[in-house]
């Protein structure tokens, strides 16, 4: 799975679009289905090991650009883009990308920190069905505060 940043029209011009993945896969093959159903059965070793492929999968496209600044608040929409029409709980599938990818923010220095001080606000929605392409989308937005 790639990842790309891009420019997204919101009604704040303070924002970055990061895609994240839905499954991660080891070099070895295995699959990780990023739900809360499966993050609740893993041990501690292997929740480290999902989070550091979940860190260099998204990390990469985390390379601060000149746009992208330390802000004191932040807020994040996450869109859920399914692979097919099954009905999906949009928590338990958004809240395992989400905590790591707010991790992922402030170890890269991109956020202070991911508490509700300085981020007050988290939103999921979902996107519909992505067949060739599932994904989550992570919009961050800087507050002009």
């Not at 839905?22 to 929740?47: A, C, D, I, Q």
């Not at 932040?74 to 869109?79: A, M, N, R, T």
Request: overall charge positive; proline content about 6%.
């Amino acid at each position: 799975m790639t990842c790309s940043t891009q420019t997204m029209k919101t009604p704040c011009s303070n924002s970055c679009t990061i895609t994240c993945p839905l499954k991660l896969e080891t070099p070895r093959g295995h699959v990780y289905n990023l739900s809360f159903n499966n993050f609740h059965r893993w041990g501690m070793m292997e929740r480290y090991r999902v989070k550091n492929l979940f860190n260099l999968e998204v990390g990469p496209q985390l390379i601060k650009p000149p746009r992208i600044h330390i802000a004191d608040k932040y807020e994040i929409q996450y869109v859920l883009y399914v692979p097919d029409r099954r009905r999906r709980d949009l928590a338990n599938a958004c809240c395992i990308v989400g905590k790591y990818f707010e991790d992922l923010l402030q170890t890269k220095g991109i956020t202070k920190d991911d508490s509700c001080v300085y981020l007050p606000k988290i939103t999921y929605i979902y996107g519909g069905v992505d067949v060739d392409n599932p994904r989550i989308e992570a919009t961050i937005i800087w507050s002009n505060e």
